[in-house]
């Protein structure tokens, strides 16, 4: 394999930006897919993904393209995952390749997470060239776009292709500009085996399909590979690239290449992402740089919503960790709840994927508990605990202090808003760090926050304040001490688990109040009166009451209304199988989740 | 399982003047051609009924709406004809028509009489101007007064007055006023009910955009909690949650509808429940004037768990209650075995009573029916 004919690259964008349908207009312009078997979006192959119109896991296709140099070019076009939660992984991606597009829309401009792919890529000495999109819509700003990202980010623009993905507009541009402004990959082909593993799936019938960037050295079927980090050895089945949307089987992968490696692996766990791959039999010195264990950084309670089906839902979790070796889950069980798992996620997104999965694929009804960030736990005896369930949070007594994780957030915002998403950032708890105007409209602010106020509302609270125009970033920077309470939830006198959260001092009585407020809401009137009542050490400082029940009857029933009315009885009856109770009070599953949607506003 | 040696029917006009803001039935306003061939379509239904379904006697008869009233006289003498005609009528039928205040006429009401029409309900709702306005009503109370002249003149004694609480800005005063104005009038039935907002009505468009102000969950009870006490007061009875009457003239046609009687339902968007199902006509009106016989879609095939279930939520509506003994008569099951838990649950929670043969609401179970029905689902 002639390695200056292989280009290896990425698109990196702001969510909406176009990635996904430059990367198809892409793969249709090298004609390898009949348009019949194009699916509307061939990378993005999992429903829920194309629903939210975002990538989750990254994958790669390889393309021919023949350019008019007259050469033909292999393409490895590596797609990588837009999203905060996912940048461990956008970073292992962006390892794999040699250069990137960068995708601007000619109407929003440059965004802050944007900039945040775009420093991971350069970070990773990509070279990138910037193409800007959407230029047949009418807000389009091309020109002022293009001074922007030389003037915000840096890179040269003045050639950047103008194109419009949706139409077809000036495609093949781009896929020139791949061929002279990626770098072909370096390496050595008879070198020992280093090979990235930038992602990795679990099939059923091949086991681990690990997929790799080859640095140096071959790889074939029966060469003996150990992963350097994990120390798992096998011997190859079956090597191969990715054609669009199927696997296609080659007689060997060299350095420069892209491809895939199964080897009867069997779980996902032995693949870690960011691991180096090398022959067990000939091995390179050094692992490849960069690799990081993943910890999950929100943790929230799941249960089913139907008891009888825990043990469905303990499946389906297994069958989703076969595919997603960041989900991680234990045993967890709660008096309101019942049997259910403690779950740990990368991130807010990270958590809404696996449930919709969950609730998607696996066709389980969830109550899933607030969100909570891991809490470090300094005890009187000198041990230290991760706390991950408010509920396990020891006697008061037992505690020295405790640490909460801090993030460095970076937002960007056009300059009407500044004020109010500095107020924000304030009433969040943040530090303030710097602002710097990127051009005459818009300013980067960075802010120090404490995590556990960023995973309830934040992004909803940035965008109703900011009325949509602030974009955000942020990166776990460590643990600091903190003044924090553990808030616990009466309802009808009885203490319910699952809506105990941990809370900052401060903001005890704010959210103490504003939960009975919600809760309220959410629970339907009963037969008798129920109190609510927010308590922190015992001490009530919040309450509110559910009035008993005055009315619920039907003052009209004759013969056309029968079924129509015994329709709503049984809805009526049906709603409360779903609700859950705790002593003689009825609540639903949705009050659970609804310390989550405490409207700032109120 | 014992069935009913009776049956009813019902007959839909689904013409009106204009449509009322609450109202939520198959209704429109029409042309003179469109009404007589939908009179032609009914009369070929009610003939197919009769000879190819119905094979008991009738006991009850309904013409409802809409607002049937709005017919010319001959059209209902027509539609009675045929029924007369094609059916097997009980000697002392109860033949009931909806009509509105404003739409009646002396020669109307003479047809009805001719017809062999037996009771006139009256669709008032509100003896106050305002109200009636709120409502979107065609008429005023002035109106109502006349139309009560016309029919008791005619010789009609059995009359019902349709009223409503919970108009939007309806206070408990002027509810008093309407009950005690209508009752003064002594008809011999009245219907008292709680407005209920459907979704696709102009009332619940506005209940959506929290542009209607009716009166609160405490304050509904205190009306309807009120009515019962001030009817009793002028000797009517409550017999259903939002049925009174003196005695003997309780509505036996709707009582049917809580006690299991099969009916048959003519013309478009009727319901029908006969040989355990649940039937309905489509709601499309030239469809049904090119084909009335192509009707009676099965809805609900009803099991005998089901015929229980009904039983129960249907029969507890009334005062009354049902009877430990005609359950067990008709389903030969003992209703203590089949719903014991729910029953002594309600019992505990202070909403059913016991007493002897009977099961009935209490009045707290009055106000939460629906609590209790749930548990006969």
Request: charged residues 30%; glycine residues 6%; negative net charge.
């Amino acid at each position: 394999m002639d390695k200056s004919l292989i280009r290896n690259f990425c698109i990196v964008a702001h969510i909406d930006h176009g990635k996904s349908t430059l990367a198809d207009r892409i793969i249709e312009k090298t004609g390898l897919l009949t348009a019949r078997e194009m699916q509307e979006q061939v990378l993005d192959n999992m429903d829920l993904e194309r629903e939210r119109g975002i990538t989750i896991k990254s994958q790669a296709v390889r393309t021919v393209f023949k350019s008019k140099d007259g050469n033909e070019y292999i393409f490895n076009l590596i797609d990588t995952p837009g999203h905060v939660d996912f940048n461990y992984e956008v970073s292992r991606s962006l390892a794999a390749c040699d250069g990137a597009i960068l995708v601007v829309d000619a109407a929003q401009g440059v965004e802050a997470q944007t900039l945040a792919n775009v420093y991971l890529a350069l970070d990773h000495g990509l070279d990138v060239f910037p193409v800007i999109n959407k230029i047949d819509l009418p807000s389009a700003e091309p020109e002022r776009v293009i001074e922007e990202i030389e003037d915000v980010i840096g890179i040269e623009a003045q050639d950047a292709p103008l194109i419009s993905a949706k139409n077809g507009i000036g495609i093949d541009e781009v896929l020139e500009a791949v061929v002279t402004k990626v770098p072909a990959p370096k390496g050595d082909e008879n070198a020992p085996l280093s090979a990235l593993i930038f992602d990795s799936l679990y099939d059923s019938y091949k086991g681990v399909i690990v997929f790799v960037r080859i640095m140096d050295g071959t790889v074939k079927k029966g060469t003996k590979i150990r992963m350097m980090a994990t120390g798992a050895c096998e011997e190859v089945v079956e090597v191969g690239y990715f054609g669009a949307g199927r696997f296609i089987p080659c007689d060997e992968l060299s350095a420069g290449m892209v491809g895939y490696i199964t080897a009867s692996i069997k779980t996902l766990s032995e693949t870690a992402v960011g691991d180096t791959v090398t022959d067990a039999d000939n091995p390179c010195s050094e692992p490849l740089p960069g690799y990081k264990k993943v910890q999950p950084v929100v943790y929230c309670g799941v249960y089913p919503a139907d008891s009888s089906k825990y043990e469905d839902l303990k499946e389906a979790l297994e069958k989703l960790q076969l595919n997603d070796a960041s989900l991680f889950y234990e045993p967890e069980t709660s008096l309101a709840l019942g049997f259910g798992y403690r779950c740990g996620f990368l991130g807010l997104l990270h958590l809404d994927i696996i449930q919709e999965r969950l609730e998607r694929e696996y066709d389980l009804d969830l109550v899933t508990t607030a969100p909570s960030v891991v809490y470090k736990v300094y005890k009187t005896d000198g041990t230290v605990i991760d706390l991950t369930n408010p509920s396990n949070l020891p006697d008061p007594s037992e505690i020295d202090y405790m640490e909460e994780p801090i993030v460095d957030a970076e937002i960007m915002v056009t300059k009407d808003y500044v004020g109010s998403i500095m107020e924000l950032c304030q009433q969040r708890r943040g530090r303030y760090i710097s602002m710097e105007y990127i051009d005459a409209g818009r300013a980067l602010l960075k802010y120090e926050l404490p995590l556990n106020e960023i995973i309830y509302d934040f992004f909803d609270a940035l965008k109703s304040r900011s009325k949509g125009y602030a974009s955000f970033d942020y990166d776990l920077k460590g643990y600091e001490k903190s003044t924090l309470a553990k808030l616990d939830i009466l309802i009808n006198k009885e203490q319910v688990d699952a809506l105990s959260f941990i809370v900052h001092g401060d903001s005890a009585y704010d959210r103490g109040r504003r939960m009975c407020e919600k809760l309220k809401e959410e629970i339907p009137r009963h037969l008798f009166e129920i109190p609510i009542q927010a308590c922190v050490g015992g001490r009530v400082i919040a309450r509110e009451t559910v009035k008993a029940m005055r009315k619920d009857v039907l003052a009209k029933c004759y013969g056309g209304d029968i079924t129509r009315k015994k329709k709503l009885l049984e809805k009526q009856k049906e709603g409360k199988k779903r609700m859950r109770q705790v002593g003689n009070v009825e609540i639903p599953q949705s009050a659970f989740m609804s310390v989550l949607k405490l409207d700032e506003d109120k | 399982m014992k069935i009913s040696d009776t049956s009813e029917i019902y007959i839909h006009i689904p013409f009106c003047v204009r449509k009322c803001l609450y109202c939520d039935f198959t209704s429109f306003p029409a042309d003179d051609d469109i009404r007589e061939k939908y009179v032609d379509a009914l009369t070929q239904e009610l003939y197919f009924i009769a000879n190819e379904k119905c094979h008991t006697a009738i006991s009850a008869v309904f013409i409802g709406g809409g607002t049937p009233s709005v017919l010319p006289g001959d059209k209902i003498q027509k539609i009675m004809e045929c029924v007369r005609s094609n059916f097997d009528l009980c000697d002392d039928a109860e033949i009931t028509i909806e009509c509105n205040p404003g739409t009646l006429s002396e020669d109307k009401v003479r047809a009805y009489k001719q017809s062999g029409i037996n009771r006139i309900s009256l669709g008032l709702q509100s003896s106050n101007d305002e109200e009636l306005k709120k409502l979107g009503r065609i008429h005023t109370y002035d109106d109502f007064l006349k139309s009560r002249e016309l029919v008791k003149n005619a010789g009609f004694t059995n009359i019902n007055v349709d009223l409503m609480n919970d108009i939007p800005g309806q206070r408990i005063k002027s509810w008093e006023q309407t009950l005690r104005n209508v009752s003064d009038l002594e008809p011999s039935h009245i219907s008292a009910y709680s407005l209920i907002v459907e979704d696709d009505t102009p009332f619940g468009e506005m209940k959506k955009n929290g542009e209607l102000e009716i009166p609160d969950e405490d304050t509904d009870r205190m009306m309807y909690h009120m009515t019962s006490g001030i009817l009793s007061e002028y000797g009517y009875e409550r017999y259903e949650i939002s049925n009174y009457a003196k005695k003997g003239y309780e509505c036996r046609h709707n009582t049917g509808y809580w006690t299991g009687v099969p009916y048959y339902g003519a013309g478009i968007d009727a319901s029908s429940y006969y040989d355990n199902c649940r039937f309905v006509n489509s709601d499309d009106i030239l469809g049904y004037i090119k084909d009335p016989l192509n009707g009676h879609f099965l809805i609900e095939k009803l099991k005998k768990n089901d015929l229980m279930s009904e039983y129960m939520i249907l029969g507890l509506r009334m005062i009354k209650g049902v009877s430990y003994s005609c359950f067990e008569e008709r389903f030969s099951e003992s209703l203590d075995k089949i719903y014991e838990e729910r029953i002594a649950k309600n019992i505990a929670d202070g909403l059913l009573k016991r007493d002897d043969d009977r099961l009935f609401l209490t009045e707290r179970g009055l106000d939460l029916a629906n609590v209790v029905m749930q548990g006969f689902i």
